[in-house]
């Protein structure tokens, strides 16, 4: 592969060769024509340079051609319009200086049209279509090899006209995104007290959550010019191809400065380095080498901004989020009831709606669907609608159009019932008062039921406050509760479990099975680790592998019980003591479907 790439290289090379060495050759004969002017011919006859004069008359009489050539051996030559007056002109200068150029006059040519103009044009034409041919070739088929412009940058220069106002919900985002805005469109004011503004910003999210729609508002707000390119326009066959289109692409950004640079998946060529399977993966790489070594390149107050967009920030070369490049991340999340309504309204604008739909209805049972998801639905509910020759959308439309969009295709927006939604409600506000009461953990930071797209039904995110070396024993209790938190409230509510809280129940053995076992945490088991590190093993039996007798595995069994037990009953008696605050939190969780900090502590305070 490598090879053969290398020996098409050498034909492109060849190629171009030939083909530039063409064109200089050519213009190379115009340009001698015309330094040569018709007053030095008549200086160097004078001078008596001239040995003898050839007059080559074109096609088209009585324009031509006339030669001179020196006593030295070197030829000139000019054009001119009436070839007869060179003859009169070389009678006189004879006659002049009492001498005798000879003059040969030469046929008119009758294939000369074909040598002159037509061959070359051919040659070039053959040329050019070997090139476009093996271009074609090399691409499989695919991107449209214009020869022009193959190193360039693929972005595309554009002035946005989206405006912030037409991206729905996002609050938080958009505030972050604010100070880009106003930087871009008055940068002085930021230098004049010397702010450093981000040169790089990283939208992360799941897909069709807005990230590009975001991205062009930002442009559009700030009124600059905007380089969108994809990460997947940089991967070419060619090596060096994609490092070749970032260098063009910052060049052109820094002449239009100050402007914004959009690169939507950067996952394609950011990639993490040297994972690749195989040996192909130098281009990407080279690429990625280039686009860091562009970013360290231009200093934060050029004028530029890189906004960049993935769905797999998990995947990305760690060097790209070092400081001095994207060092902002903005997370943008799928939206939350408020959220969705305000981008159902926006989306309704161009759609005329019934007075029998309810927009506030629909964003409630549409948890866990993106911008994108409920574009499309209003989009279903439109074709519906034309469908039966209506010209607006009625509820039922939509009822339609849900069914098709929740049930078709393999959705990750599933849906999800009002049950469900109760259930995840209880039991994350369960792990958020524990969260909250217990005084080794770290402060509530968000309490979602949205779905995430890895399948959990919501969660609950500590705001860690503290790097701590050391885990204490109290802090690996309270841990444990914090992880049964959510199973007890859906007991203490639904007098019934689910399966939803198996993760949990795993967690919270795991703690308790190590503080036995490697940490000397029981008292009846002593400061032994038990643990040989061996017990993961597949395929072989754990008897086997542990350093310990039947009795010893039982005693680490029940005391692993026991000590799940005691933070199961701990737990379950400050969930009861806040049960009141569980009903609120979880009330709150259903209305809003994500909650702050604020939001969560303002529940203690009434
Ligand atoms: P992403 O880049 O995150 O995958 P896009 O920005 O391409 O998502 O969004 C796809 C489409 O979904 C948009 O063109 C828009 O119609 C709709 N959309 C997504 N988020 C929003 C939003 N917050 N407000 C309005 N429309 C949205
Ligand atoms: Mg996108
Ligand atoms: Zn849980």
Redesign the pocket.
């Known amino acids: 592969m490598l090879k053969r790439r290398s020996n098409n290289m050498f034909w492109y090379l060849l190629i171009v060769g030939a083909f530039i060495s063409c064109i200089l050759w050519m213009n190379n004969l115009n340009s001698q024509a015309t330094q040569y002017t018709k007053n030095d011919f008549i200086q160097d006859v004078n001078a008596g340079e001239v040995e003898r004069v050839v007059l080559a008359p074109s096609k088209d009489v009585p324009t031509g051609t006339v030669y001179a050539y020196a006593k030295s051996g070197e030829g000139y030559s000019f054009h001119v319009t009436d070839i007869s007056q060179i003859e009169d002109l070389i009678t006189e200068l004879n006659a002049a200086n009492a001498v005798n150029v000879p003059v040969y006059v030469r046929a008119i040519p009758e294939e000369s049209w074909f040598v002159n103009q037509l061959l070359p044009l051919l040659i070039v034409a053959a040329l050019v279509m070997l090139f476009f041919g093996m271009m074609n070739a090399q691409q499989n088929g695919g991107a449209n090899g214009k020869m022009m412009d193959f190193g360039k940058s693929r972005a595309r220069k554009s002035e946005s006209d989206t405006k912030l106002q037409?991206?729905?919900?996002?609050k938080e985002e958009k505030e972050d995104l604010e100070e880009i805005i106003e930087f871009l469109k008055n940068p002085s004011k930021f230098t004049q007290v010397g702010a450093r503004i981000p040169k790089g910003v990283l939208?992360e999210?799941?897909?069709?959550?807005?990230?590009?729609?975001?991205?062009?508002a930002i442009a559009g707000e700030a009124g600059v010019p905007f380089f969108t390119v994809s990460g997947s326009d940089f991967m070419e066959m060619f090596v060096g191809v994609g490092a070749s289109r970032v260098r063009d692409l910052f060049e052109d950004a820094k002449k239009n400065a100050p402007c914004i640079i959009f690169i939507?998946e950067i996952d394609a060529v950011a990639r993490k380095r040297g994972t690749g399977m195989g040996g192909g993966h130098d281009e990407r790489e080279q690429t990625l080498n280039q686009l860091l070594v562009e970013m360290d390149g231009f200093t934060a107050n050029t004028g530029i901004i890189v906004l960049a967009?993935t769905?797999r920030v998990d995947i990305l070369d760690p060097a790209i989020l070092r400081p001095g490049r994207f060092d902002r991340k903005i997370t943008?999340n799928r939206?939350d009831v408020g959220?969705r309504y305000?981008?159902l309204k926006?989306?309704a604008k161009t759609r005329p709606l019934g007075d029998d739909v309810d927009l506030n209805q629909v964003a409630q049972t549409t948890v866990g669907f993106?911008?994108?998801?409920?574009?499309?639905l209003l989009n279903e509910a439109s074709i519906r609608a034309a469908m039966d020759d209506r010209k607006y959308i009625l509820q039922s439309d939509i009822q339609k159009a849900f069914i098709k969009v929740g049930i078709g295709s393999e959705k990750k927006s599933r849906v999800i019932s009002d049950k469900e939604k109760r259930i995840t409600a209880y039991h994350e506000a369960g792990h958020a008062i524990l969260f909250h009461v217990l005084p080794d953990m770290d402060p509530v930071y968000t309490v979602s039921i949205i779905p995430t797209g890895t399948g959990a039904a919501g969660y609950t995110m500590p705001l860690p406050e503290k790097d701590e070396m050391f885990l204490t024993k109290g802090k690996m209790k309270q841990d444990i509760m914090v992880s049964l938190g959510g199973r007890i409230a859906e007991e203490l509510i639904f007098g019934d479990i689910t399966t939803g809280a198996s993760s949990d129940i795993q967690k919270a053995t795991m703690r308790a099975r190590s503080m036995v076992t490697r940490f000397g945490m029981s008292e009846k088991l002593g400061l032994i680790n038990y643990d040989d590190g061996q017990e993961v093993f597949i395929g072989r039996d754990f008897g086997q592998t542990r350093s310990y007798g039947e009795e010893t595995a039982n005693a680490i069994d029940d005391e692993v019980r026991s000590i799940v037990q005691k933070c199961y009953e701990e737990a379950k008696e400050i969930i009861l003591k806040h049960e009141n605050i569980l009903h609120k939190c979880a009330d709150l969780l259903l209305e809003k479907e994500r909650i702050t900090r604020e939001e969560f502590e303002g529940l203690w305070e009434a």
Do not use: M, Q
């Not at 911008?371 to 499309?376: F, I, T, V």
């Open positions: 037409d991206v729905a919900g996002l939208l999210g799941p897909p069709g959550t807005g990230k590009t729609l975001l991205a062009k939507d967009a769905n943008v939206p959220g305000d981008i926006v989306h993106t911008g994108a998801d409920l574009e499309n």
